[in-house]
T-cell receptor, first 114, second 111 residues
Framework: DVKVTQSSRYLVKRTGEKVFLECVQD?????MFWYRQDPGLGLRLIYF???????EKGDIPEGYSVSREKKERFSLILESASTNQTSMYLC?????????????FGPGTRLTVT | KNEVEQSPQNLTAQEGEFITINCSYS?????LHWLQQHPGGGIVSLFM???GKKKHGRLIATINIQEKHSSLHITASHPRDSAVYIC?????????????FGKGTKLSVKP
């Protein structure tokens, strides 16, 4: 079974702090994604990566950066956390670039910025 | 860019009822995904389909490519089916690229 893990289920940070969210997958997938999920807005893509050291902006990249130094690990970084970044963050991985491949999700990190 | 509409937004059912959740999209696609998200956050893939019908246990997914519409049916619903159901499609038709997600249908099944 594909397993996608995220470093924390719940996280509370203060405004202005630098926040790291880690995601690890164990199936050698090329593609990895970071989403945020907010009530009434659904899942929105922040960044994705199709290979090591490669990244593409999604729909809402402002205030975020990412890092992919190893194939299995994709990190989301909030350079200076703000209260409007309070949200559920979900990581996902997928074998290929096509939308016909199944996407596997991590359990999510609920981040609260105070 | 593909637009995805799901209906209803919220659905409450009694245990044993037959349930239908609908998904419409605006641009032709080669595959559509149905996902399930339980309280607590984790999302699992239920189906990926490009034509016709797929069945897994009490869940059935159908798609009509010409009408750009898909339905997810649950037969003999049970309280453990309570979850948010999300449909997702490729953003610009075809099969390439990341997925565009519907806003989800929140299902609550009462005993």
């Amino acid at each position: 079974d594909v397993k996608v893990t995220q470093s924390s289920r719940y996280l509370v940070k203060r405004t202005g702090e630098k926040v790291f969210l880690e995601c690890v997958q164990d199936m050698d997938h090329e593609n990895m994604f970071w989403y945020r999920q907010d009530p009434g807005l659904g899942l929105r893509l922040i960044y994705f990566s199709y290979d090591v050291k490669m990244k593409e902006k999604g729909d809402i990249p402002e205030g975020y950066s990412v890092s992919r130094e190893k194939k299995e690990r994709f990190s989301l970084i909030l350079e200076s956390a703000s209260t409007n970044q309070t949200s559920m963050y979900l990581c996902a991985s997928r074998y290929g670039t096509s939308g016909t491949y199944e996407q596997y999700f991590g359990p999510g990190t609920r981040l609260t910025v105070t | 860019k593909n637009e995805v509409e799901q209906s209803p937004q919220n659905l409450t059912a009694q245990e044993g009822e037959f349930i239908t959740i609908n998904c419409s999209y605006s641009v032709g696609i080669s595959a559509l995904h149905w996902l399930q998200q339980h309280p607590g956050g984790g999302i699992v893939s239920l189906f990926m389909l490009s034509s016709g019908k797929k069945k897994h246990g009490r869940l059935i997914a159908t798609i009509n490519i010409q009408e750009k519409h898909s339905s997810l049916h649950i037969t003999a619903s049970h309280p453990r089916d309570s979850a948010v159901y999300i449909c997702a499609v490729p953003p610009r038709g075809g099969s390439q690229g990341n997925l565009i997600f519907g806003k989800g249908t929140k299902l609550s099944v009462k005993p």
